[in-house]
Each structure stands twice: as C-alpha cells, then as structure tokens.
C-alpha cells in the first residue's frame, strides 16, 4: 500500500452535471477524512467517517453532497447538480485510531464549467 | 470558534539561509498541531506531528516547535534549498476529529 489514493485527479463537468469521487485510504486505516481547498486558502474540513459511520458533518457540505463508506474501506463523495462555486480540490485523508498523523491523498480537482 | 493564522503569508529567501515560518491559533484546547508541505496543485505532505503535551518535533532540517498557552507553533528549516519551496501549512486538531488548517505561508527558495 503506496498511500491515500484518489480518483479521479482532475474533473471537468458542466453545471447542472453529478461527478463522484472515490478515495482509498491506507489499508490499516479506520478514520477517513474528506477536505475541500480553494485556490490560495487552507483545506477546509467537510466530513469525517470512523470505519463506515460517518460521524461528522460541517455545515459547508450542503444537501447536494453526500459521502459514503458502505465497507469501512474505500469512500465515495458525491456532488449533485454541480455549481461553479464547487470548482475546488477536494482532498482526502486517512489515519488510524487516536491522535496520529493523517496522510493526505493527491486530491481531486473539480472545475464546473 | 478556532482560526489558525500563518505569518507570512509569502516568503522568499536565498538558498542557504534559515527561515522560521509562524502559526498562530485562538484556542489553545487542541490535542496536536501539524505542519504540512503542499506542491503546486498536489496534496498534502505531513511532515511534523506535535502532540498538545509535547513542546517540539525534529525531522532532518525541520524543527516544529508548539506553545499551547500562548497559541503558536513555529517551523524552522535549516540551510533552505530550492527543492523547499512550496506552500506550507499548520493545522490544528480539535476535539471531534476536527481540523482548522491555516491558509498557508507560500515559500519561496532562491538558487
């Protein structure tokens, strides 16, 4: 196992459009984290799942996003009827249990057209 | 609510030189606070963990070092070199698994 991986690394879609995203995290890795970073700021913390319970929401994931991690292993984030305001890299993150160092994935990045 | 600031916000230096990059935050109930490196449109490379007990970390060049009271951190780099330059971020880790991440202090490194 190379790391966190994401797929796919750039999306293009038009407005209106669903794009879904898949992430990987390090195999021995129960805690998954989804990110999401704009041009010339900080990732900005959107969900969190310990295993396949999703645990944490912020208030930035809207009801046209949803995150899921049916096996506790990979995870999907889906976007529905994209806007322009979600061009962004949307970045994942895996750790083990308790308070260890997260490892980041290449990232996704989205440009809505 | 917790902020994490990062001053400066851009750096440039010439090879050779050693830099201290800032991080501040508002709240000093954390449980630890890490610095990243990110490349031009890449993710994130952690590079140095600090638990809220601890007072610094050291990795090679690197040296992070954290005052919960006072809310800040530094991370110092060693004989710059321009294979350094990157954006480099902190981010601190709440209670909830949460984490506040600074907007970044892009680096600069001059051959």
């Known amino acids: 196992d190379t790391g966190v991986s994401q797929n796919p690394r750039h999306k293009i879609t038009k407005r209106g459009q669903n794009v879904t995203f898949r992430c990987d995290p390090i195999?021995?890795?129960?805690?998954l984290y989804w990110y999401r970073q704009t041009l010339g700021q900080g990732p900005e913390f959107l969900t969190y799942?310990?295993?396949?319970?999703?645990?944490?929401k912020s208030r930035l994931l809207s009801d046209r996003f949803s995150a899921e991690r049916p096996k506790g292993s990979f995870s999907t984030l889906e976007i529905q009827r994209t806007e322009q305001g979600d061009s962004a890299m949307y970045l994942c993150?895996?750790?083990?249990?308790?308070?260890?160092?997260?490892?980041f994935g290449q990232g996704t990045r989205l440009t809505v057209v | 609510k917790q902020e994490v600031t990062q001053i400066p916000a851009a750096l440039s230096v010439p090879e050779g030189e050693n830099l201290v990059l800032n991080c501040s935050f508002t709240?000093?109930?954390?449980?630890?606070l890490q610095w990243f490196r990110q490349d031009p449109g890449k993710g994130l490379t952690s590079l140095l963990l600090?638990?809220?007990?601890?007072r610094e970390q050291t990795s090679g060049r690197l040296n992070a070092s954290l005052d919960k009271s006072s809310g800040r951190s530094t991370l110092y780099i060693a004989a710059s070199q321009p294979g350094d330059s990157a954006t480099y971020l902190c981010?601190?880790?709440?209670?909830?698994?949460?984490?506040?991440f600074g907007a970044g202090t892009r680096l600069f490194v001059k051959a």
């Open positions: 195999s021995e890795h129960n805690r």
């Open positions: 709240d000093s109930a954390i449980y630890n």
């Open positions: 799942f310990q295993n396949e319970a999703q645990l944490e």
């Open positions: 993150a895996s750790s083990e249990t308790g308070l260890t160092e997260a490892f």
């Open positions: 981010a601190v880790r709440l209670g909830g698994f949460k984490t506040i």
């Open positions: 600090i638990q809220s007990s601890q």
